[in-house]
T-cell receptor, first 111, second 115 residues
């Protein structure tokens, strides 16, 4: 079945770049998403990339997609303490708009 | 744009009572809404897919008589947890799918605590 994998934790220093990685199995995914979840809150859509793109940049966020290796990454430049949160990678398969989520990566930014 | 609200944001109830959670898309019409459950430090678990005007499609293992879903309009879906028990305590999150982009936008979640 479809599966999305992420590492569980990442710790960086304020000002450094953060790179959160994700692998997925469904090669038919149309879109791949990155969501951010702060404690006690819902998910905030950060960015998404269409499956025929290799890269997408939006201010401090850069998404890289390697479709051959089914690998997606989110780079956050100049990471701030306010970026501390859980980041979820998700893919949309062929199931009526359902999303398949990874386990989430907890990003901790130290001053 | 693409704002989704949930009400209430938190609720505490006694065991055996029913609780209704509302999910609204505020600035777009959502033909499809999704209901998720999230346990602490875990990912989201899809409970059901709700399409306007039709019965919800439940994921395997989710009791449809326990978790009643109604999607009566293009901007409102409700989840009713019937005869709630302590094991139903969880964070419930809805999302609404924007028809123009097929992207899911999430509500802020509802924390349910059953005593």
């Amino acid at each position: 079945g479809e599966d999305v994998e992420q590492s569980l934790f990442l710790s960086v220093r304020e000002g450094d770049s953060s790179v959160i990685n994700c692998t997925y199995t469904d090669s038919s995914s149309t879109y791949l998403y990155w969501y951010k979840q702060e404690p006690g809150a819902g998910l905030q859509l950060l960015t998404y990339i269409f499956s025929n793109m290799d890269m997408k940049q939006d201010q401090r966020l850069t998404v890289l997609l390697n479709k051959k290796d089914k690998h997606l990454s989110l780079r956050i430049a100049d990471t701030q303490t306010g970026d501390s949160a859980i980041y979820f990678c998700a893919e949309s398969g062929n199931q009526g708009g359902k999303l398949i989520f990874g386990q989430g990566t907890e990003l901790s930014v130290k001053p | 744009g693409a704002v989704v609200s949930q009400h209430p944001s938190w609720v505490i109830c006694k065991s055996g009572t029913s609780v209704k959670i509302e999910c609204r898309s505020l600035d777009f019409q959502a033909t499809t809404m999704f209901w998720y459950r999230q346990f602490p430090k875990q990912s989201l678990m899809l409970m059901a897919t709700s399409n306007e005007g039709s019965k919800a499609t439940y994921e395997q293992g989710v009791e449809k008589d326990k978790f009643l879903i109604n999607h009566a309009s293009l901007t409102l879906s409700t989840l009713t947890v019937t005869s709630a028990h302590p094991e139903d305590s969880s964070f419930y999150i809805c999302s609404a799918s924007s028809p123009s982009t097929d992207t899911q936008y999430f509500g802020p979640g509802t924390r349910l605590t059953v005593l």
